[in-house]
């Protein structure tokens, strides 16, 4: 296993990341148990979560993960040095937690304390922004047309923002977490809150986790960019396109069990023509060098200048088997070339 530094931490993070949101839905407290064991014993020290897991969000769900963790850690205090854990507060508009309302400087200490006790654990290593208080262009809505960024009120999520940090630096002071990240934000984003943590000396932001795959790259080059002058750690998360490119969704598949025959809070969005046209020429040229589909997208976001670590996710030990293999394969300069050549084709699918 390789290791990163993870932004400007200090930590050295695995160029894996274990997701783990399926935990509490999809798999039990048996499954997570086997997936960290195997994990740790192939290098990984690396395990990302959410106070909002498991997925899909819901009322019944909520926390499920986080708890999940914490039992594991109480059966097993002597590796908790060796992890860095990371977790996230939820944004706004779910009901079922505080209301639906902002992240905030009280939200974000509450937050913590609930997580830290779901968890087990005396202090958090990364804690993070599950998503920004305002509309940002994620989950399929970087079209143009699709938000307005000049209705938003700029002085007031500014505002937001340090009244974040804020909450954020109580909780460091306290010892109740290390550093913070970002998920699901932009270049202004990083931008404010490094801005704003120079200016007030408060907590820096250290990482950012936002989608990335062969199927939806649109963070290169741009934000990517600024993570490496910035030493930003980039953390891409649903590199296999939320399952799509191990190509078990092609030609309308729906394998038992699987995440797509969950009802889903924002829909089938990646489920389209021109997706299915890429995964099937992504499949042939995994076959052509006879590894699996899921291995050439992992393989493929592992090099990409500027990535720190991969959060990959599984429902079995098997998946779970086959994408930490990933990291030791190499491609060749010819596979990505033909990935490329595919990749121009269908630059961005959904």
């Known amino acids: ?108 200490v509450t937050a913590v304390d609930e997580s830290l006790k779901r968890l087990q654990t005396d202090v958090i290593d990364l804690y993070q922004l599950h998503w920004p208080n305002r509309q940002s262009p994620h989950f399929s809505k970087q079209w143009p047309g699709m938000l307005r960024f000049s209705d938003a009120n700029t002085e007031q999520h500014t505002a937001g923002m340090l009244d974040i940090l804020e909450g954020l630096n109580d909780c460091v002071k306290a010892g109740k977490i290390k550093h913070c990240g970002l998920s699901d934000d932009t270049p202004w984003g990083i931008s404010q809150f490094l801005r704003l943590s120079e200016q007030h000396n408060l907590p820096r932001i250290v990482s950012i986790q936002n989608e990335f795959s062969l199927l939806h790259a649109k963070d290169w080059p741009y934000l990517i960019e600024q993570c490496i002058h910035e030493d930003i750690a980039y953390l891409p998360w649903s590199p296999l396109a939320g399952g799509m490119l191990s190509g078990k969704y092609l030609n309308g598949a729906r394998p038992d069990g699987s995440r797509w025959t969950l009802v889903q809070r924002n829909g089938l969005f990646r489920d389209t023509a021109q997706s299915q046209q890429a995964i099937s020429q992504y499949v042939e040229i995994a076959q052509q060098y006879q590894i699996t589909p899921a291995q050439l997208a992992l393989a493929w976001c592992d090099q990409v200048d500027g990535v720190t670590s991969s959060i990959i996710g599984a429902t079995s030990l098997v998946q779970l088997k086959d994408d930490i293999a990933a990291f030791n394969i190499e491609l060749s300069e010819q596979a990505l070339t033909d990935i490329g050549n595919v990749f121009k084709q269908y630059p961005m699918p959904f």
């Open 1 to 108: 296993m390789r290791y990163n530094p993870l932004g400007s931490s200090g930590l050295n993070v695995s160029r894996v990341c274990l997701g783990s949101m399926t935990w509490g839905a999809q798999n039990n407290q048996a499954d997570a148990d086997e997936q960290i064991a195997y994990a740790l014993e192939h290098g990984v020290n690396f395990i990302d979560t959410a106070e909002m897991y498991a997925i899909p969000p819901t009322p019944n769900t909520y926390g499920k993960t986080e708890q999940i963790i914490g039992n594991w850690l109480s059966r097993n205090p002597s590796k908790r040095d060796e992890i860095v854990l990371a977790t996230k507060i939820a944004g706004n508009g779910l009901n079922w937690i505080r209301n639906g309302g902002d992240i905030t400087r009280q939200a974000v």
